[in-house]
């Protein structure tokens, strides 16, 4: 069998171990910490389960493919729920509101609590699921560096429509348009924040994401996120990969433009292919220092970071759902903090995250595990140990305002993980959670192809590279590189 070496076993690494190993290749993971899934890992702290990154899962068929591919049945492996409260708002002002799965009910909703009528939820959904189909299939799950991406049906269907697909626009004047209420267009615009970007920059086509969540749904592994690593890993070694923690790998070995192999621990390990899963930036400065850079690539912005505190809570709040947002006053502000000025914005819109709502074994009985997150500015050398400071405070003084509870005395538990961890644990550069950033109308076409142009037999998936971050696009750059292998 010919060899496949991974370096990496984040999911789009995963992922592409278990694609090739259904092709027939002998493949082995390199995986630099003790654990596999990256970014999509979990922890435990006195009774209290955390998952350590992703919270928000959509597209769980792309999972499933992966089972089916190799021939097994998926809900031997894995199962998960669809949500039906998607998520809860809460705003300053006392308002709140639930985002149900069923859209007549979300629009009775928002009708009832924002004054917003009815058929605008209607049609900005409608909106976002055109979109989608007319975006998808182009700029997601097809290579664009390809010639024959561009000349075949639907890309041509896509540019006759791109004024109407909003790749003119930024996503908040989309959204102003639809919404009349300014907080409508402000939960809106928070979508930009699931590739990282700014609503304020991006462009209008990233109103495509909230097809994802509401008419795809929402969904929940049923033993939490990290589920999602343990089973790809279980199926993994089910058909042969072999995994090899603790394993840093030093170098891309390349001879005659072709990579030959990896080197680990001083010694060259020979491959058929190489297919690199660490962060692209990094991965070019240490396993390809010797090599021809794409500098254009590697100096593109990159998407926003995250502080997040995971505390075991000692009470219960029966207020709170799985995903819940607490939202600042100005949203602006908030993103030109971490976009223009590179801080921690003094009122900064909370994510809480409990997983212990549906998983009730996750936090002691009468307890919840909250994952408690705010965006924040990538890694650019700032006073991480002060704005980290200031922003615990803040955001305990803003959960008090909310729930009209000091949450503090109940914290049983704490840690935190901010942009240094993220990077040194993950080799994300910046720290930040999915490679670029959207916030330019060229971004989807500076991101790295899933394979090199320069050296033959080397492949690159995961969040930084083609088609973007997130679980879901990670999962398709694993996809779209592996129907590069063999050409
Ligand atoms: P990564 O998870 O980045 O893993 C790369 C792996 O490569 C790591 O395990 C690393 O140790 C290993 N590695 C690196 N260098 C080497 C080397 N030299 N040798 C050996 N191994 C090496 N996405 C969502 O879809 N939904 C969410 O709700 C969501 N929330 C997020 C919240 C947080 C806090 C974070 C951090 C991310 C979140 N994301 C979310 C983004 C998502 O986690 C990532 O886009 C995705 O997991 C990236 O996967 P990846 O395959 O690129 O690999």
Known sequence: HPKALVIGSGI??????????VRGFEVEVFEANSYPGGKLSEFQLQGYRFDAGPSLFTLPEQVDELFKLAGKNPEDYFSYQK???????????GTRITAFADQEKFATEVEKNLGEPRTNIHKA???????????????????????????????LNSYLKMGRLGIFSTMHKANSKLFSNPKLVQLFNRYATYNGSDPYQTPATLNIIPHLEFNRGAYFPKKGMHDITLSLVRLAESIGVKFHLNTKVEEIVVENKK??????????????????????????????????QPKKLLNQPKSSSA??????????????????????DDYKSEFDAIFKKGTIYADPTIYINISSVLKSDDAPAGGMNWFTMINV??????????????ARKNMLAKIHRILGVNVEPLIEV??????????????????????N??????????????????????????????PGGGIPLSLLSAKIMTEFVGR
Not at 260 to 277: H, P, T
Not at 377 to 390: A, S, V
Request: hydrophobic share 40%; aromatic share 14%; charged share 20%.
């Open 12 to 21: 789009a690494g995963i992922a592409a171990a278990i694609r090739l190993a």
């Open 83 to 93: 949500l039906e409260d998607i998520c809860h708002y809460f705003w300053e002002d």
């Open 125 to 155: 959904l409608a909106s976002s699921a055109y979109m989608y189909d007319h975006l998808a299939p182009l700029f997601l799950h097809s290579s664009l560096h390809q010639f024959s991406t561009w000349t075949n049906r639907e890309a």
């Open 259 to 292: 990579a030959v192999g990896i080197r680990v621990n001083g010694q060259l390990i020979v491959g058929d292919l190489v297919v690199n899963n660490m962060d692209m930036v990094n991965a070019y400065k240490t396993l390809l220092k010797n090599q021809k």
């Open 307 to 328: 502080l997040i505190f995971y505390w075991g809570i000692k009470k219960d709040f029966p207020e709170l759902g799985l995903h819940n947002i607490f939202f600042s």
């Open 377 to 390: 500015p990538n890694n650019q050398g700032q006073d991480w140990d002060h704005l980290i400071g200031e």
């Open 414 to 435: 704490e840690d935190f993980l901010d942009p240094r961890t993220i990077e040194s644990r993950t080799s994300s550069a910046q720290g930040a959670l999915y490679g």
């Open 437 to 466: 950033s959207s916030n330019n109308r060229f971004a989807a076409f500076l991101r790295h192809a899933n394979y090199s142009s320069d050296i033959k037999n080397l492949f690159f998936c995961g969040g930084s590279v083609h």
